[in-house]
């Protein structure tokens, strides 16, 4: 069973920085493209950012210029650098594996709280 594990998530001012990391295990890492989505409460989850296997990355417009994703395949991490960061960022941030590579399953995170005070 593959397990993602977040970290990273905390209170931050805003304007200030968070890195969020993804552990992953059990998965072959560098096969797989990787997403982080958040979930605002009352509001539906929403994609993020992801990156490809190849290093391809997208980002929701809400995000673009301030957030950063990446992945060091070396140590199976995903991360998400958040910079510039707006009370609107405040949410649970969850790493996601969309299809796994041979099996097509689906994997996510116990999620990370961010909360950005004004």
């Known amino acids: 069973q593959v397990q993602l594990v977040e970290s990273g998530g905390g209170l931050v001012q805003a304007g200030g920085s968070l890195t969020l990391s993804c552990a992953a295990s059990?998965?072959?890492?560098?096969?797989?493209?990787m997403r982080w989505y958040r979930q605002a409460p009352g509001k539906q989850r929403e994609l993020v950012a992801l990156?490809?296997?190849?290093?391809?990355?997208n980002y929701a417009d809400s995000v673009k210029g301030r957030f950063t994703i990446s992945r060091d395949n070396a140590k199976n991490t995903v991360y998400l650098q958040m910079n510039s960061l707006k009370p609107e960022d405040t949410a649970i941030y969850y790493c996601?594996?969309?299809?796994?590579?041979?099996?097509?399953?689906?994997?996510w995170g116990q999620g990370t709280q961010v909360t950005v005070s004004s």
């Open positions: 996601n594996v969309p299809w796994e590579v041979g099996t097509r399953r689906e994997y």
């Open positions: 059990r998965i072959i890492f560098s096969l797989n493209s």
């Open positions: 990156i490809t296997s190849g290093g391809s990355t």
